[in-house]
């Protein structure tokens, strides 16, 4: 009995005692609205994979509750093709981070958004190219 008081003794102390030196919970910090920088990149994904017709209209930045970020853009071609519908677009942010993209549903409310140019990206910068390198000749050899 004496025995058993004492084990479950010396188990309580060791938890609160490691309890006291371990680092407090992190505090949640909610996503912020992306930067425009990151809102480009994230158009031009979507333009590339839905193979829009540039040049590209966004919304504004809006939150979100039923996406895969806390915040969205609507995009739309300016002139889309003449035989098919005009398309919109959602594309996700969680701070800068792109979330994805998708066709847009009727809560969004996309059609019914003001439009403004898209940002256009900066191309990617050239990597540095190593001098060019002349071809050796191939000997002919007879054998």
Do not use: W
């Amino acid at each position: 009995m004496i025995g058993l008081r004492y084990l479950v003794a010396m188990v309580l102390l060791i938890s609160v005692s490691s309890t006291a030196h371990s680092e407090p919970p992190p505090v949640y910090v909610p996503p912020s609205p992306p930067t425009e920088k990151a809102i480009s990149a994230g158009v031009a994904a979507i333009g590339k994979d839905a193979k829009l017709v540039g040049p590209l209209e966004i919304s504004a930045v809006r939150p979100n509750d039923r996406g895969p970020g806390r915040f969205f853009v609507c995009v739309r071609e300016v002139n889309p093709p003449p035989d098919t519908p005009r398309r919109y677009y959602s594309t996700f942010f969680d701070n800068d981070e792109y979330k994805g993209s998708r066709l847009s549903v009727m809560t969004e409310q996309c059609e019914l958004q003001t439009y403004s140019p898209a940002p256009v990206a900066a191309p990617a910068a050239p990597s540095p190219t190593a001098p060019e390198k002349t071809p050796k000749r191939k000997s002919h050899r007879s054998r």
